[in-house]
């Protein structure tokens, strides 16, 4: 595990080097991404009876939650 300095460090330097500003990049990795019907992301989620699951498709749009499993 990295210091809370060194995460920081480490973040600024990242913003720095894509040129976005940190809490910018903050949103990037924490996965709060708004998207659109252009965007793809490569995964669609199917609805089932009693809930849903997330699948790959290479044209889907759903932006996947950190954590869920891809079928």
């Known amino acids: 595990m990295i210091s809370g300095d060194r995460a920081l460090k480490i ?7 894509l040129d976005v500003e940190v809490g910018e990049l903050r949103d990037y990795l924490a996965g709060s991404i708004r998207t659109n019907s252009t965007r793809r992301t490569g995964f669609r989620f199917v609805r089932g009876t009693h809930g849903g699951h997330y699948v790959r498709d290479r044209e889907g749009t759903d932006m996947r939650p950190a954590g869920v499993s891809v079928r």
């Not at 973040?11 to 080097?17: G, M, R, W």
């Open 11 to 17: 973040e600024n330097q990242l913003a720095q080097l």
